[in-house]
């Protein structure tokens, strides 16, 4: 074992040994966020205080509480719980890189993806808090700042991907420096620029922008986002509403290869994903200028959109789900056991239902037509279609073969939409199914993307464990499910999907809405038949949602959907304080490690810039992320040498313990090089976290 792992380990068993944990493992104890940072500000005290464990019908976790489907509310604990550094899960923090202060795709993936990000990130926005916000527009940044402009070169020092695109493009992926704007594998030379990509990078900028509320940020990127779709909107052809796009410009490249002419060359067809996303960045799009009050461009947005919706009907079969693409010759591909190209294309599919292109009675037939194909999820996850593409552009073997990669395999991104769908739809055991698929990854830190063997195994199983962002999408689209979270410019939409064997549920974290935090709980079973918001009856609601208009809402909001019949007895609103309350300390008697040496650090700052209001910026909370991360390492090494995490192989479990250290020490070094980064700020405020950081380090 690596030595700095032995002191860590054998500090925390030492220091934590007398900590009255309670339980037989992980699941029965719980944890608070908020405590243990408190703690680990506080000083070096450990104390533990046990927290209810499951009885009966109840539920008491970190994240959730309820009566009810306990195992439901614990995967929703689970899944929340991946998003906050864990000492039993790998966690979001674990893909935090200083290089840009941002996310990473994976430690053997160093860059940021449209395609990968797009399930996960849509889906955790809503409950995502600092310092994740800043590092995930950090990593979105890497496309905004680098996109096509007609001139620039996206990677100078790579000439084989140093294209030129047109203004408006975004990517494939990007790093510092470098950003590839079409598919950079298989054969890049005949490939489309990633319209799709292009696509999904504005939902994704645009959503964030939608629930941030921020009129300064909403001004410097609504240019950004109208670039890119006058940009799409290029490829619609007049003739009937449809776009046209060349190999590998879907979002799944390159699993499309356009229309194959007669003369074995490919050119372009009618790719049906990118107008059910086009649709979904224009729905966002014309909210921002709303919220921007560029009236003009709210219609003509809107007659974009409506011309785009207009279109639609050439490309759905006549069961109601969508066909693939259409080649000008009017070759469908995609129809469901058609003598060629005989396959259902899930991504269009489910993305059409998640992102509410397709209006209910059309998503039931999308789902039904899902659920009569049992082999597009032999494992639980939806696979990218059913049976084997006829239409790519090489030969079925090697990742190209059925099952491997983007024909056949599972990719987490798309699960977290399809996830969505059966929220929309109330396919609540088809959601369970998928978190606890996700589990078995979780559990044995397989965290890996795309899974091969459709969908039941990792695409790197030579890593001694695997990580990557994708992998958080399932977890994300688990917790947003449930109250679904529709952002307009007038306001937010909640459409509650509880399952119906759930029979109260708090959800204990905010949900963000501007400026504004959301506390949600529901009661009971059915339709919605009463609101409350901190404890005032709401009237502004239906059988199936909640509407808040933005300036009625509370700065702090608690609320509480009552479900079915009459509201009977009195469920307590989340964020009233109610979390277990624990602390736990984290020295070292045997001497002052670096990673202690980094927590006396990140104490004194914190307090430091509480001391001065500046307790709630993104720089403290960068720092007790940082502690929590230390935290959570004690912790795993502590239940590691007592029995109490799942069995690992020797090399795994090395490299588990490595990664907490690794990850400590990454948001560590992050935020001294940005507060050092501060010296000749000419912002005032920086100026002075930078002359508190001096003073927390010396």
């Known amino acids: 074992m690596d030595s700095q792992v032995q002191v860590i380990v054998r500090a925390a068993v030492s220091f934590l040994a007398s900590s009255a944990l309670t339980g037989q493992g992980m699941l029965s104890m719980k944890y608070t966020r908020r405590s243990v940072v408190k703690a680990l500000i506080a000083g070096p005290v450990a104390s533990l205080f046990a927290v209810p464990k499951l009885s009966g019908d109840q539920f008491k976790g970190k994240h959730f509480r309820g009566r009810g489907d306990v195992e439901y509310l614990e995967l929703l604990d689970l899944a929340r719980r991946m998003f906050v550094p864990d000492p039993e899960f790998q966690n979001l923090s674990m893909l935090y890189g200083p290089a840009w202060n941002g996310l990473v795709e994976g430690p053997t993936w160093n860059a940021w993806w449209i395609q990968n990000s797009y399930g996960p990130s849509y889906c955790a926005l809503p409950f995502l808090q600092e310092p994740f916000l800043t590092f995930l ?78 009129p300064e940020a909403i001004a410097r990127y609504l240019p950004k986002l109208e670039r890119s779709v006058n940009f799409l909107d290029t490829r619609r052809d007049t003739k009937n509403n449809l776009f046209l796009a060349g190999p590998a410009a879907n979002l799944l490249a390159p699993s499309y290869a356009g229309w194959h002419r007669p003369d074995g060359t490919y050119g372009k067809a009618y790719l049906a994903g990118l107008s059910i996303t086009y649709i979904a960045a224009l729905d966002r799009l014309i909210e921002l200028e709303k919220l921007a009050g560029a009236i003009e461009k709210v219609r003509l947005y809107t007659e974009r959109r409506n011309l785009a919706r207009k279109g639609l009907p050439r490309l759905v079969t006549e069961e109601g789900y969508f ?28 993305d059409a239902i998640a992102f509410r292109v397709v209006d209910r009675t059309q998503a039931e037939k999308i789902y039904a037509k899902i659920a009569a194909i049992p082999a597009l999820r032999p494992h639980d996850f939806i696979i990218t279609n059913y049976p084997s593409l006829d239409d790519m552009y090489e030969e079925l073997k090697g990742i190209w073969r059925f099952g491997e990669w983007v024909n056949g395999g599972a990719w987490s991104t798309c699960e977290a939409r399809m996830i969505m769908g059966y929220y929309r739809l109330g396919k609540y055991e088809d959601a369970r199914r998928s978190m606890e698929k996700l589990l078995t990854f979780a559990r044995r830190f397989r965290m890996d993307n795309p899974l091969t063997d459709f969908g039941n195994e990792v695409y790197q199983p030579n890593q001694v464990i695997n990580l990557t962002y994708d ?4 977890a994300a689209a688990f917790v947003r499910g449930l109250f679904e979270y529709l952002y307009a410019a007038e306001g937010l939409t909640l459409v509650p999907h509880i399952p119906p064997g759930i029979t109260e549920l708090v959800q204990l974290d905010p949900v963000r809405f501007g400026q504004k935090r959301l506390y949600l709980s529901a009661a009971g079973s059915g339709s919605i038949r009463a609101v409350t918001v901190n404890g005032q009856i709401w009237r502004s609601f239906n059988e199936s949602s909640v509407f808040l208009p933005y300036a009625a809402t509370p700065a702090v909001a608690r609320i509480v959907i009552w479900l079915g019949g009459r509201p009977r007895g009195n469920v307590p609103a989340a964020g009233d304080g109610e979390k277990p309350q624990e602390q736990i300390g984290c020295k070292s008697p045997m001497g002052v490690t670096k990673l202690m040496r980094e927590a006396t650090i990140l104490n004194s700052l914190v307090r430091r810039l509480e001391t001065h209001g500046l307790g709630s910026s993104y720089e403290a909370a960068h720092a007790r992320l940082a502690l929590e991360a230390i935290a959570a390492a004690c912790q795993r090494n502590k239940l590691q040498a007592e029995g109490k995490l799942e069995r690992l192989s020797v090399a795994q479990q090395i490299a588990a313990a490595q990664s907490y250290l690794d990850t400590s020490a990454r948001l560590f070094n992050g935020l001294m090089s940005v507060l050092s980064s501060y010296e000749k700020s000419k912002n005032l405020q920086r100026r002075k976290m930078y002359r508190i950081y001096l003073a927390s380090t010396t």
């Open 323 to 350: 066909v693939k693409s259409l080649d000008p010759d009017g070759t469908k591909h995609g129809v469901f056991g058609a003598r060629q190209h005989g396959y259902f294309e899930a991504t269009v599919n489910h």
């Open 137 to 214: 527009q950090n990593s979105q940044d890497l496309w905004f700042s680098q996109m096509g402009n007609g001139r620039r070169h996206g990677c100078p020092g790579n000439p084989r991907v140093n294209w030129v695109a047109p203004n408006g493009q975004l990517c494939d992926c990007a790093s510092p420096g470098c950003i590839i704007y079409k598919q950079g594998d298989g054969r890049v030379q005949i490939h489309d620029w990633g319209l799709e990509f292009t696509a999904a990078g504005v939902v994704l900028q645009a959503e964030l922008l939608l629930i941030s509320r921020d």
């Open 471 to 474: 992998a958080f999408g399932p």
